[in-house]
């Protein structure tokens, strides 16, 4: 099953923020090293504001970038996308940069996507926005861990 990531679980993987998120989202990358998971150029792009914000280090946030662009498939950003988007802002209430990022899950075919922003348990054209955040797990996101497995990360 195909996974968007979202920007603020990318940030949290790279070690930034709340201490709890950041355990939560490495650990839960690394649970979906299995799974088909894509990112958003929009994604990577916003990812590297805010890496290059919070640390002030442009050379540490195009490291950081291009090694989460060896992991994982890149979602073009195009004009159907921005479309959708721009649909979602109109009828949805949804922020432009959110919508764009949902739009490019869906045109990627994924089932899910990651996000901390609003919208938690949006679907629209087969895909689901969850916050991998809340308690209790959506039932959609267990499946997939379940059929991930344990991590194999060592405590």
């Known amino acids: 099953m195909k996974v968007g990531l979202d920007t603020n679980i990318l940030v949290y993987a790279a070690g930034l923020d709340d ?19 894509v990112v958003s150029a929009l994604v990577f792009s916003e990812l590297h504001y805010v890496l290059a914000r919070k640390t002030r280090d442009k050379s540490y946030a195009s490291r950081t970038v291009a090694g989460f662009m060896r992991i994982y498939d890149v979602a073009p950003i195009d004009t159907t996308a921005l479309q959708l988007g721009l649909e979602l802002v109109d009828r949805h209430g949804f922020q ?7 739009a490019g899950a869906v045109q990627a075919g994924c089932r899910i996507l990651l996000s901390e922003d609003g919208h938690a348990g949006f679907e629209r054209f087969g895909c689901t926005i969850i916050n991998p955040f809340l308690v ?3 039932p959609l996101l267990a499946t997939v861990l379940a059929e991930a497995g344990p991590s194999n990360a060592t405590t």
């Not at 355990?23 to 799974?35: F, I, M, N, P, V």
């Not at 432009?96 to 949902?102: K, P």
């Open 19 to 37: 201490l709890r998120r950041r355990e939560s989202s490495a650990e839960l990358l690394l649970r979906l090293t299995e799974q088909d998971c």
């Open 96 to 102: 432009i940069f959110d919508a764009v990022i949902f």
């Open 136 to 138: 209790p797990m959506h």
